[in-house]
Nanobody, 121 residues
């Protein structure tokens, strides 16, 4: 069964950084677009960033532009979300997911279980 496993979450102070990882198993990462989503308490899940099969990047929210970047290492079957200058409003459970297509369509198919990111002083 295909799996996506997130890691790297934790507690960080405002202005700090975290790097999340999404390890993909039992599927060939090269063929997939991968997106990061997040869900804050009491709010709906929202898309954050996506990277296509061809490394094209799509931002789904403007609030992370200039602070978050996404990258992939197909040899390691891993997609990364580098988060800098974190703000309390970035607090959420972060999920990675395969897109329905090999480019960033906004849809999602296979999901990981998420990793908690808490930004607080």
């Amino acid at each position: 069964q295909e799996r996506l496993v997130e890691s790297g979450g934790g507690l960080v102070q405002p202005g700090g950084s975290l790097r999340l990882s999404c390890l993909v198993s039992r599927l060939t990462l090269d063929f997939y677009a991968i997106a990061w989503f997040r869900q804050a308490p009491g709010l709906e899940r929202e898309g954050v960033l996506c990277i296509s099969k061809n490394d094209d990047v799509t931002y789904y929210v403007d609030s992370v532009k200039g602070r978050f970047t996404i990258s992939r290492d197909n040899a390691k079957s891993t997609v990364y979300l580098q988060m800098n200058n974190l703000k309390p409003e970035d607090t959420a459970v972060y999920y990675c997911a395969t897109d329905l297509l090999d480019w960033c369509s906004g849809g999602a198919d296979l999901w990981g279980r998420g990793t908690q990111v808490t930004v607080s002083s």
